[in-house]
DNA sequence: GAAACTAACTGTACGATACAGCTATCCGGG
DNA sequence: CCCGGATAGCTGTATCGTACAGTTAGTTTC
């Protein structure tokens, strides 16, 4: 079955294959589309930045190592983007008040300034090649991937 | 205009903003689940390996520059790639007959096999993520993934 | 209050990628 | 037919994101 990596089975197991196929695609070609647009003026905001600024953004400040678990991330690379973020500005440092040991991320004016005009370009560019799509389309893509990302990210956490 | 990063104006602005947001998390959430599975026993198959392989399968043998076009690589990386993967033996190297600079890369009957291996599993794991969802959902979620991949890459061409 | 635990940081390593420069080959105009 | 510009692939070098292991300082438990 499928030893030279062509055809399926059953019809699901089609749909399932094309799914796969799109998702890594998606990805390569997201990756492409970011270093394409970000490198020149936002530089900086690289992939986890804009994540955790994301994040702290609709989650509030929070300690590194919750940041890390949210997000996937290991509790040095963490550490490492946001000594980074807070050199260039978009973060801020304090010692947690709760946990002498902790450490309190906070975006400041600049980080969530500079994350949503990120935002708004992506959001524009978007907008840019979904163009010719019917609203109603748009309106399912979000939902579905939405539920996608909910279904793999309670997979993830077992 | 949203300086502080939450609200957006018109309902087609927040459409947009929901899907800009559900492909970002796509991207790091794929990125964990690959690092999660493939590590194990596949090893190798990183990233670009299989879409190489991929892509092998399904356009025939091709040149490096080629393969690099198609996926939106620099040439450096790919014949690094392929270096890697034709020591490891998924690939094979051959000189152009039609070109004397060009090397022609096919897959190996072990590389095709590795690659449905990984197909599989990953297939397996999209069957067990989406085993609650509709087959109608699953085809749709299929077709937009396809759509927005071609809008994508039609504009990244540009 | 000592032992076990945990938060953050630092050292080090690796993988994927890009850019610049090199060599070998190709092709089109004099 | 040969010479100069283009192209294919490779190598050197740099960067970025990430992980794992170890360190240090603070916390919790008994």
């Not at 998606?26 to 600024?53: F, S």
Request: no cysteine; charged share 25%.
């Amino acid at each position: 079955m499928s030893e030279d990596g062509t055809a399926e089975g059953t019809a699901e197991e089609v749909t399932l294959g094309r799914i796969e196929t799109e998702v890594a695609l998606l990805m390569r070609l997201g990756e492409a589309t970011r270093r394409a647009t970000g490198t020149a003026e936002h530089r900086v905001l690289d992939r986890a930045a804009y994540v955790i600024l994301r994040h702290l953004d609709s989650a509030g400040p929070q300690n590194v190592s919750a940041l890390a678990a949210r997000l996937n991330l290991d509790g040095s690379t963490v550490t490492r983007q946001v000594s980074a973020m807070q050199r260039d500005g978009l973060i801020a440092r304090a010692p947690d008040p709760s946990d002498g040991r902790g450490t309190v991320v906070s975006p400041t004016p600049a980080g969530l300034h500079r994350m949503a005009a990120v935002r708004a370009a992506r959001t524009r560019l978007y907008g840019d090649i979904l163009a010719d799509w019917a609203p109603a389309d748009r309106d399912t893509l979000a939902h579905l991937l939405h539920r996608l990302n909910e279904a793999l990210e309670t997979r993830t956490r077992r």
